[in-house]
């Protein structure tokens, strides 16, 4: 669940998300990941995915819009297929925090059938753009010192996505949902992206949300970062967190 209704975002407010009903939550270190595995076409990636950890390999598959005309991966980074239902468990993939690598912090499985079972966590800041373990830090920030430029553009110092893709900007979003039939997630899954309802993690390390697909931006707004909520009730920008967990869908440069 959502936890309530969420405010929407207006170009002047100064909106952070609202963390919503508690959702219980194993904590469970998976190890490093972050693999890619190219596969020819639309086929799924080779091989059989690690079903205790989700973000062990994401195959490279491009979907292009017709109507925008750029291209895509066709599934969130961590997720072992693209999504067949929006409400495919095996097509959430991971939750980054905003600006990190995918250095094991995103890791989060909730296909096995053990529960949500997710990355350990730590209180301690990181004081540099490469924490040397895993976990996720439990702050509003994840780095002692904002840096914004972690997720800018394919050379980004820690781009988490494949060569040649990086993370798309709060205006390629915009643009990506204005060509949907519908703006929220019918669309988002009607759409070539097939964005499925993958929740959030939010800050304090709960996970929530499962109604709706939350996706990072590479914009930033001073300390905090462009996400979008996109549910039934259409589709919500906020001033998040970078300590917050959310997915990352790739485009291509």
């Known amino acids: 669940p959502d936890g309530g209704h969420r405010p929407h975002w207006t170009p002047q407010s100064h909106t952070h998300r609202p963390w919503g009903q508690y959702r219980h939550v194993h904590n469970r270190h998976h190890g490093r990941c972050g693999v890619f595995q190219q596969a020819a076409g639309h086929e799924s990636c080779p091989g059989t995915p690690d079903v205790t950890n989700s973000c062990s390999t994401t195959a490279?598959?491009?979907?292009?819009?017709?109507?925008?005309?750029?291209?895509?991966?066709d599934r969130n980074l961590g997720a072992s297929r693209a999504a067949t239902s929006v409400d495919d468990a095996e097509a959430y993939g991971s939750l980054f925090q905003w600006g990190r690598?995918?250095?094991?912090?995103?890791?989060?499985?909730?296909?096995?059938?053990?529960?949500?079972?997710?990355?350990?966590?730590?209180?301690?800041?990181?004081?540099?753009?490469?924490?040397?373990?895993?976990?996720?830090?439990?702050?509003?920030?994840?780095?002692?010192?904002?840096?914004?430029?972690?997720?800018?553009?394919?050379n980004g110092t820690n781009n988490p996505c494949p060569q040649g893709y990086r993370v798309p900007t709060e205006a390629e979003w915009d643009e990506e949902i204005a060509s949907w039939e519908s703006q929220d997630i019918a669309g988002a899954f009607s759409s070539v992206l097939k964005l499925p309802t993958g929740g959030y993690r939010s800050y304090d390390g709960d996970f929530y949300g499962i109604n709706g697909a939350s996706v990072w931006s590479s914009s930033v707004n001073e300390n905090d970062a462009r996400s979008l909520y996109i549910s039934s009730n259409g589709v919500t920008r906020y001033d998040d967190y970078r300590g917050g967990g959310n997915s990352v869908r790739c485009i291509k440069d």
């Open 101 to 154: 690598s995918a250095d094991g912090h995103e890791c989060i499985n909730r296909y096995d059938g053990d529960g949500v079972t997710t990355s350990e966590t730590t209180e301690i800041q990181s004081d540099s753009d490469t924490p040397e373990h895993g976990d996720f830090i439990l702050n509003e920030d994840w780095r002692s010192t904002p840096n914004a430029d972690l997720w800018q553009g394919v």
């Open 60 to 73: 490279i598959v491009d979907v292009t819009n017709p109507t925008t005309g750029k291209t895509w991966m």
